[in-house]
């Protein structure tokens, strides 16, 4: 038997956000892209200064059953720790949908995963999109399985693109692939989060830190990194501008994830850096010519890589190559739109199955 990861969603900080478990109960549904006999939840409490308590955890797709740690059905996540359940012998299969069902008397939990789609998980609200607890199925089974992380910032964590690409690359090979989407809203690539933005604390560490840190902890085969947008948009605008990198900066790390890669023997896909011209960050103008010249010499050199997939240029505007096309454009002029996001990752589909023979 093996043990793999079927989903995982990265945790934040979010201390700025209140009553997120205002009921003491969430209910989150994960579509299983992977069949096993028996499954494990990993719970996550990375930022809470204090213990997170569970009353009770309730896991199925018609009938819950409970879940226990230690065979115990109420325990505490410890300060600053994840913990998994014990191993719960439910079958699980591929295409569905698992509820999971999860109590606590913690009305203002700050350890939080983000996502605004729902191809891969989703609360029992539509508008819902912060979820406290569960970060992870992991199952064991016999069959091997493969693992795909999607990983970068804000665009790969709301979902619509990796979402999209990772669940057309599970129908398109059944019952193989396991799930990571890898992103954190407001990561940078070569620094930590360092900013006057009230959203500060969930950025997390560089990027070039955390991946890292997330191939350490599970083995992962294909890898579509999407890096170096925030590193052009946050200084100047609650960031220092003299943050703001040289373009031979972001190479450079670029560079260290192809070497990462290379070295785990990981089948690397990095994507271009996006348009942002027009996007306003606390009522502050984001985008500068200066920025503009180092996001095109970036992409020249990530064009150059056999690895790379122009996603910038798929995206563009036609009439201004600076800009977000309207179609993919949400409206802030640096993030996907759901349907954008979506046609962008079957777009994504496309390219990979015809760079990485990643066929059916």
Known sequence: MTVTTAWRQMVANFPNLSLQNMTGSQTIQVWQSLSAPRIRLELANDFGKRSLPITSIQVGSDTLIPATWHSQMSFLVPAHQRCWTDWLDYPVTAGEWLTITIRSPEKQPVTLTQTLDQTLFKGSKPTQQYFWGVDAIQVERTTPTKTIMCFGDSLTN????????????????????????????????????????????????AGIERLPQLLAQQPVDVLVAMAGLNDLLQPGVGTPLDELPTAADLIAGLQHIQRLAAQKAITLTLLTITPFKGAVVDHLPAWSPAKEQIRQAVNTYLRTQPVTIDLASYVADSMDNCRLAAQFDCGDATHF?????????QWLWQQLQQKLSLTS
């Open 337 to 345: 739109s759901a349907a954008g996001g979506h046609q962008l990752g």
């Open 158 to 205: 709301q979902g619509y693109y990796a979402g999209s690409l990772m669940q057309a690359l599970a129908l398109a090979q059944p019952d193989q692939w396991g799930l990571i989407n890898g992103g954190i809203s407001g990561n940078r690539l070569l620094r930590t989060g360092h900013s006057t933005s009230e959203w500060v604390a969930s950025f997390g560490p």
